[in-house]
Every structure is written in structure tokens, then in C-alpha cells.
């Protein structure tokens, strides 16, 4: 393991309770190949740094268009501060000057060293609580070699290693990572291949394909589903589900609602937001998937 060794991160969460048994920290890694309507975390997509901006938060005292040499800051006819992205350099200079912090960075190189040492602040709590470290993003296998000497150095430390993965990877890079993780919290997001393409950019065959080889090596895996309503929540693709699990012998399933809390990241991107006219689902209506997924003997949790 090199500890000098870069990759992107675009967040470490202390103190995480949802990511994994006990009190965990989780290391967001950026850069996916999928593009799901309902990310909550679109600027984990690119694999790159990029600017946030909220026009909620500025003050229009108007040093970002000092500091920007790259003249991709400017006021339009409506006096609003517009950023000009096919020419914005993300140099982080605005950010800098942008006293009510209505900029911000989403994304920065660290070192393995420089992630290791903050995870390290919790490794009381990792043990008192029989928690450890998980690697989310995006898609973390996406910097195989960052992650791979993050998941060693994990270890070496004795901490319980966490993978969030979406599973769409090839299973020659998927199958090196998985020597190094504990448990896999692995996505599904649809049982058809051309509908899961429609919802997220790629067909699902590669994912599931993948899953059955975790199962074949005894690695400690849970599903998560993301559960979107009228795109993924029909009953005939919560029993596909169900039916697919019970052969793989799979027992465990966390459902995560659909929620729009990353709402304003797609405005601060300045992008559309997919799933504008979306609702959120009713108590009982999350209650009748979780019980129509336990009737196939599943343990099944609502997130």
C-alpha cells in the first residue's frame, strides 16, 4: 500500500449509522458509470472536481467575478450571477472569495494517508459499536487501485470493511476488490434489462451476473434497492425480485425510498432535476412491498 497514492473524494461522513452494522465513517468516492434519474448525488457522477453554486445563498457582492480568471462568472441581463461551465477551470479561486459560501467544491485529490487519518478518529467507536469503514460514492470501484489501498490499509488497521456498490464493474477488477471487504451493500435497481437501461443508462446483466459470483465466493452481502414510485415499485418487478433472491439464497434486503433531499445538488450543478413531478411514497404502501418481499423469506428493512 502507498500511502501518497491518490484518488477523488467527495465527502467522509462520520458517525454513519446506514451504511453498515455499528457506527461507521464512510469515504464517497467520485465518478459512476451509471446515471440513475433519482441520484441523490449527482456530483459523484463525473469523476472529476466540479462547482456548486446556489443562487439562494448569494449575497451578489460579486468578488467571484473579480477572482475569475477564467471569465466564467458573469451577470446576465437580470443582474443574476451565471457560471459559464464549459470554460470554468474549477480552480476553487471563487470559492475562496465567496464570503456567504454559496460555492463550493464537490470533490478533491487525497492521499490514502490523508483519508486513512481521519477514518482513524473513529476507530474507538468502530469497536465499541462493531462498526468500521465504508466506501460509497458514485461508484467506488470506478479508482480500483485508490480503493484497493484504502480496503488494505483498512485492514491492516483491523477495521471491518463495507463496499456500497452498484456491481456494475468488470468482475476481474470486482473479484480483487472483494478479497479486501467484509460486507457488499449491493444496488438493485431493476429485475429487466431493458428497463434498468432506460432508468440509469446500462442493462442490469452485468449487476446480476456479478451478484451470483459474490454469492459463489461467501461474501456476507445485503440488497439495497433505491424504491422509486411508478418506475421501479410495480408488483411484478417486486416479485421478480423476490423470486430472484430466494434462489440466490439471499436473506437480507434494504429498501430505500425515494426521497428528495438532493434536490438542490442539481440546481447547484445546474442541471434539470429528473424527477421534478415525482411523489414520495405513503407508509402503507412501503409496508405492502416489504411484506409481498418477506412472503419469499426474506429479512427486509426500511431505510
Known amino acids: 500500500m502507498n500511502p501518497t497514492f491518490k484518488g477523488t473524494v467527495f465527502n467522509i461522513q462520520r458517525y454513519s449509522i446506514n451504511d453498515g452494522p455499528g457506527i461507521r465513517t464512510t469515504v464517497f468516492l467520485k465518478g459512476c458509470p451509471l446515471e ?108 480500483p487501485e485508490f480503493l484497493m489501498s484504502l480496503l488494505q490499509e483498512s485492514r491492516k488497521r483491523g477495521f471491518h470493511t463495507a463496499l456500497d456498490t452498484s456491481g456494475y464493474v468488470s468482475w476481474r477488477v470486482l473479484s480483487l476488490i472483494l478479497e479486501w471487504v467484509d460486507l457488499v451493500l449491493f444496488d438493485i435497481k431493476h429485475m429487466d434489462p431493458k428497463k434498468h437501461k432506460k432508468l440509469t443508462g446500462v442493462d442490469n446483466r452485468r449487476i446480476l451476473r456479478n451478484f ?54 442539481y440546481l447547484a450543478l445546474g442541471l434539470p432535476y429528473p424527477l421534478n413531478h415525482t411523489r414520495q411514497f405513503e407508509k402503507e404502501e412501503l409496508n405492502e412491498i416489504k411484506e409481498k418481499l418477506k412472503s419469499y423469506g426474506l429479512r427486509v428493512i426500511i431505510s
Open 36 to 143: 440513475c434519474l433519482w441520484c441523490d448525488n449527482p456530483e459523484s457522477q463525473k469523476d472529476l472536481p466540479e462547482l456548486l453554486y446556489l443562487d439562494s445563498l448569494c449575497t451578489k457582492c460579486l468578488r467571484c467575478l473579480r477572482m475569475c480568471t477564467a471569465g466564467a462568472t458573469a451577470l446576465d441581463q437580470e443582474g443574476k450571477v451565471r457560471i459559464d461551465r464549459k470554460i470554468c477551470k474549477t480552480c476553487g479561486a471563487c470559492v475562496r472569495a465567496c464570503l456567504p459560501t454559496a460555492r463550493t467544491i464537490a470533490g478533491q485529490m487525497m492521499t490514502v494517508g490523508e483519508v486513512m487519518e481521519i477514518v482513524n478518529k473513529d476507530a474507538l467507536f468502530f469497536r465499541n459499536s462493531g462498526g468500521g469503514v465504508t466506501f460509497s460514492g458514485g461508484e467506488p470501484c470506478s479508482q
Open 212 to 265: 451470483k459470483r459474490m454469492l459463489a465466493m461467501g461474501k456476507d452481502v445485503i440488497v439495497r434497492m433505491p424504491l422509486i414510485p411508478g418506475l421501479n415499485d410495480s408488483g411484478q418487478n417486486i416479485d421478480e425480485l423476490g423470486r430472484w433472491l430466494t434462489d440466490s439464497k439471499m436473506i437480507e434486503v434494504h429498501l430505500l425510498p425515494y426521497h428528495r433531499l438532493g434536490m438542490n445538488k
